[in-house]
Protein backbone atom coordinates (compact mmCIF):
# COMPACT_ATOMS: atom_id res chain seq x y z
CA UNK A 1 0.00 0.00 0.00
CA UNK A 2 0.87 3.48 0.00
CA UNK A 3 3.23 5.18 2.16
CA UNK A 4 5.15 8.32 3.54
CA UNK A 5 8.37 9.10 2.39
CA UNK A 6 10.09 9.92 5.62
CA UNK A 7 13.52 11.06 6.41
CA UNK A 8 16.05 10.37 7.75
CA UNK A 9 15.78 6.37 8.46
CA UNK A 10 18.04 6.44 11.57
CA UNK A 11 19.75 9.48 13.32
CA UNK A 12 22.71 9.25 15.98
CA UNK A 13 23.27 12.23 18.42
CA UNK A 14 24.58 13.46 21.76
CA UNK A 15 22.16 14.65 24.53
CA UNK A 16 21.41 17.85 24.11
CA UNK A 17 21.25 18.17 20.16
CA UNK A 18 18.44 18.84 18.37
CA UNK A 19 16.64 16.87 16.24
CA UNK A 20 14.47 17.13 12.96
CA UNK A 21 12.80 14.71 10.75
CA UNK A 22 9.99 15.05 7.96
CA UNK A 23 7.47 13.31 5.71
CA UNK A 24 6.36 14.18 2.36
CA UNK A 25 3.93 12.72 0.52
CA UNK A 26 2.11 12.42 -3.02
CA UNK A 27 -1.08 12.84 -1.44
CA UNK A 28 -2.89 15.26 0.26
CA UNK A 29 -3.94 14.00 3.69
CA UNK A 30 -6.35 16.13 6.25
CA UNK A 31 -4.31 15.74 9.06
CA UNK A 32 -0.61 14.75 10.21
CA UNK A 33 0.47 12.58 13.36
CA UNK A 34 3.48 11.82 14.67
CA UNK A 35 4.03 8.81 16.73
CA UNK A 36 6.71 7.52 18.57
CA UNK A 37 7.05 3.64 19.65
CA UNK A 38 9.38 1.92 22.16
CA UNK A 39 10.57 -1.30 22.00
CA UNK A 40 7.56 -3.65 22.29
CA UNK A 41 5.06 -1.08 22.80
CA UNK A 42 2.14 -0.04 20.26
CA UNK A 43 3.00 3.40 18.78
CA UNK A 44 2.26 6.39 21.13
CA UNK A 45 0.56 9.38 19.24
CA UNK A 46 2.91 13.10 20.14
CA UNK A 47 1.36 16.10 18.01
CA UNK A 48 -1.92 16.11 15.79
CA UNK A 49 -1.97 19.06 13.04
CA UNK A 50 -5.07 19.44 11.62
CA UNK A 51 -4.76 22.68 9.47
CA UNK A 52 -2.65 23.39 6.72
CA UNK A 53 0.53 26.13 8.26
CA UNK A 54 -0.29 24.55 11.56
CA UNK A 55 2.64 24.72 13.85
CA UNK A 56 2.16 22.44 17.06
CA UNK A 57 4.46 22.52 20.20
CA UNK A 58 4.44 19.68 22.51
CA UNK A 59 6.72 20.17 25.61
CA UNK A 60 10.19 20.30 23.69
CA UNK A 61 8.48 18.75 19.93
CA UNK A 62 7.28 21.45 17.73
CA UNK A 63 5.63 20.15 14.19
CA UNK A 64 4.57 21.71 11.31
CA UNK A 65 1.48 20.80 8.93
CA UNK A 66 3.07 21.55 5.41
CA UNK A 67 0.78 24.42 3.28
CA UNK A 68 0.24 22.08 0.73
CA UNK A 69 -1.05 18.84 2.88
CA UNK A 70 1.41 17.02 1.29
CA UNK A 71 4.08 17.20 3.95
CA UNK A 72 5.28 17.54 8.06
CA UNK A 73 8.31 18.14 9.81
CA UNK A 74 8.93 17.16 13.67
CA UNK A 75 11.95 19.23 15.97
CA UNK A 76 12.97 17.68 19.14
CA UNK A 77 14.82 20.60 20.75
CA UNK A 78 17.15 19.30 23.92
CA UNK A 79 17.35 15.98 23.23
CA UNK A 80 17.28 13.79 26.25
CA UNK A 81 18.29 10.13 26.69
CA UNK A 82 14.36 9.22 26.73
CA UNK A 83 14.04 10.47 22.87
CA UNK A 84 15.36 7.11 22.15
CA UNK A 85 12.81 5.27 19.82
CA UNK A 86 10.98 5.07 16.66
CA UNK A 87 9.09 8.03 15.51
CA UNK A 88 6.56 7.69 12.97
CA UNK A 89 4.49 10.29 10.99
CA UNK A 90 1.24 9.20 9.22
CA UNK A 91 -1.15 10.78 7.19
CA UNK A 92 -4.93 10.10 7.91
CA UNK A 93 -7.33 9.87 5.11
CA UNK A 94 -10.74 9.06 4.50
CA UNK A 95 -12.31 6.58 6.79
CA UNK A 96 -9.67 8.02 10.04
CA UNK A 97 -7.39 5.43 8.08
CA UNK A 98 -3.66 6.14 8.78
CA UNK A 99 -1.07 5.99 5.99
CA UNK A 100 2.43 5.83 7.78
CA UNK A 101 5.72 6.23 7.00
CA UNK A 102 8.88 4.07 7.22
CA UNK A 103 9.70 5.46 10.54
CA UNK A 104 13.24 7.21 11.84
CA UNK A 105 15.01 5.44 14.27
CA UNK A 106 16.97 7.79 17.42
CA UNK A 107 19.52 7.22 19.02
CA UNK A 108 20.67 9.62 21.54
CA UNK A 109 24.04 9.20 23.45
CA UNK A 110 24.81 10.81 27.12
CA UNK B 1 -7.70 9.51 26.39
CA UNK B 2 -8.89 6.09 26.01
CA UNK B 3 -7.08 2.90 26.66
CA UNK B 4 -6.58 -0.19 24.94
CA UNK B 5 -6.08 -3.72 25.94
CA UNK B 6 -4.88 -6.29 23.68
CA UNK B 7 -4.40 -10.08 24.22
CA UNK B 8 -2.03 -11.83 24.05
CA UNK B 9 0.70 -9.83 24.20
CA UNK B 10 3.19 -12.48 22.01
CA UNK B 11 2.54 -16.47 21.36
CA UNK B 12 4.43 -19.34 19.69
CA UNK B 13 2.33 -20.93 16.90
CA UNK B 14 2.54 -24.23 15.64
CA UNK B 15 2.15 -23.83 11.61
CA UNK B 16 -1.09 -24.52 10.13
CA UNK B 17 -2.79 -23.53 13.58
CA UNK B 18 -4.69 -20.12 13.92
CA UNK B 19 -4.43 -17.66 16.55
CA UNK B 20 -7.33 -15.38 17.40
CA UNK B 21 -6.09 -11.69 19.05
CA UNK B 22 -8.13 -9.71 21.22
CA UNK B 23 -8.54 -5.56 21.55
CA UNK B 24 -11.14 -4.04 24.42
CA UNK B 25 -11.43 -0.68 24.47
CA UNK B 26 -12.14 1.38 27.99
CA UNK B 27 -14.13 3.43 26.23
CA UNK B 28 -16.59 4.02 23.08
CA UNK B 29 -14.53 4.86 19.75
CA UNK B 30 -16.20 5.87 16.40
CA UNK B 31 -13.76 3.47 14.32
CA UNK B 32 -11.37 0.31 15.15
CA UNK B 33 -8.86 -0.62 12.94
CA UNK B 34 -5.90 -3.56 12.74
CA UNK B 35 -2.13 -3.22 11.91
CA UNK B 36 0.74 -5.46 11.04
CA UNK B 37 4.05 -4.61 11.76
CA UNK B 38 6.96 -6.60 10.41
CA UNK B 39 10.16 -6.10 12.35
CA UNK B 40 11.98 -3.50 11.92
CA UNK B 41 9.41 -1.89 9.46
CA UNK B 42 6.45 0.35 9.65
CA UNK B 43 2.92 -0.42 10.20
CA UNK B 44 0.35 -1.59 7.35
CA UNK B 45 -3.21 -1.39 7.64
CA UNK B 46 -4.70 -4.89 7.77
CA UNK B 47 -8.26 -3.73 7.82
CA UNK B 48 -11.57 -1.39 9.26
CA UNK B 49 -13.23 -3.31 12.02
CA UNK B 50 -16.75 -2.48 11.38
CA UNK B 51 -19.69 -2.86 13.98
CA UNK B 52 -21.88 -5.72 13.16
CA UNK B 53 -20.81 -5.97 9.87
CA UNK B 54 -18.15 -7.56 8.06
CA UNK B 55 -14.61 -5.66 7.62
CA UNK B 56 -13.41 -3.61 5.05
CA UNK B 57 -10.12 -4.91 3.92
CA UNK B 58 -7.21 -3.20 2.43
CA UNK B 59 -5.16 -4.69 -0.76
CA UNK B 60 -3.62 -7.56 0.10
CA UNK B 61 -5.26 -9.06 3.07
CA UNK B 62 -8.63 -11.16 2.58
CA UNK B 63 -11.35 -12.46 5.47
CA UNK B 64 -10.51 -16.10 4.68
CA UNK B 65 -6.76 -15.28 5.94
CA UNK B 66 -7.68 -12.46 8.68
CA UNK B 67 -11.22 -12.63 9.93
CA UNK B 68 -12.30 -10.06 11.98
CA UNK B 69 -15.35 -9.53 14.14
CA UNK B 70 -16.16 -5.93 15.90
CA UNK B 71 -19.51 -6.91 17.97
CA UNK B 72 -19.73 -3.93 19.78
CA UNK B 73 -18.10 -0.36 19.87
CA UNK B 74 -15.80 -1.60 22.39
CA UNK B 75 -14.49 -4.66 21.37
CA UNK B 76 -12.73 -6.11 18.38
CA UNK B 77 -10.95 -9.93 16.97
CA UNK B 78 -8.29 -10.87 14.94
CA UNK B 79 -7.88 -14.07 13.58
CA UNK B 80 -4.43 -15.13 11.64
CA UNK B 81 -5.80 -18.52 9.95
CA UNK B 82 -3.74 -21.35 8.84
CA UNK B 83 -0.43 -19.72 10.28
CA UNK B 84 2.73 -19.67 7.88
CA UNK B 85 6.34 -18.24 9.27
CA UNK B 86 5.68 -15.40 6.74
CA UNK B 87 2.86 -14.34 9.43
CA UNK B 88 5.40 -14.26 12.09
CA UNK B 89 4.97 -10.22 12.62
CA UNK B 90 3.20 -7.91 15.17
CA UNK B 91 -0.45 -7.74 15.12
CA UNK B 92 -1.83 -3.67 16.45
CA UNK B 93 -5.15 -2.50 16.93
CA UNK B 94 -6.06 0.98 16.94
CA UNK B 95 -9.17 3.05 17.98
CA UNK B 96 -10.24 6.34 17.24
CA UNK B 97 -11.83 9.04 18.90
CA UNK B 98 -10.34 11.86 17.10
CA UNK B 99 -6.76 10.34 16.57
CA UNK B 100 -5.77 6.50 16.27
CA UNK B 101 -4.45 5.35 19.51
CA UNK B 102 -2.85 1.72 19.56
CA UNK B 103 -2.70 -1.44 21.86
CA UNK B 104 0.52 -2.66 22.61
CA UNK B 105 0.47 -4.99 20.11
CA UNK B 106 0.97 -9.12 19.73
CA UNK B 107 4.34 -10.54 18.68
CA UNK B 108 3.13 -13.35 16.81
CA UNK B 109 6.10 -16.48 16.24
CA UNK B 110 5.45 -18.99 13.36
CA UNK B 111 7.17 -21.97 14.02
Known amino acids: GQQLNQSPQSMFIQEGEDVSMNCTSS?????WLWYKQDPGEGPVLLIALYKAGELTSNGRLTAQFGITRKDSFLNISASIPSDVGIYFCAGQGSGSRLTFGEGTQLTVNP | SAVISQKPSRDICQRGTSLTIQCQVD?????MFWYRQQPGQSLTLIATANQGSEATYESGFVIDKFPISRPNLTFSTLTVSNMSPEDSSIYLCSGVVTEAFFGQGTRLTVV
Open chain 2, 27 to 31: SQVTM
Open chain 1, 27 to 31: SIFNT
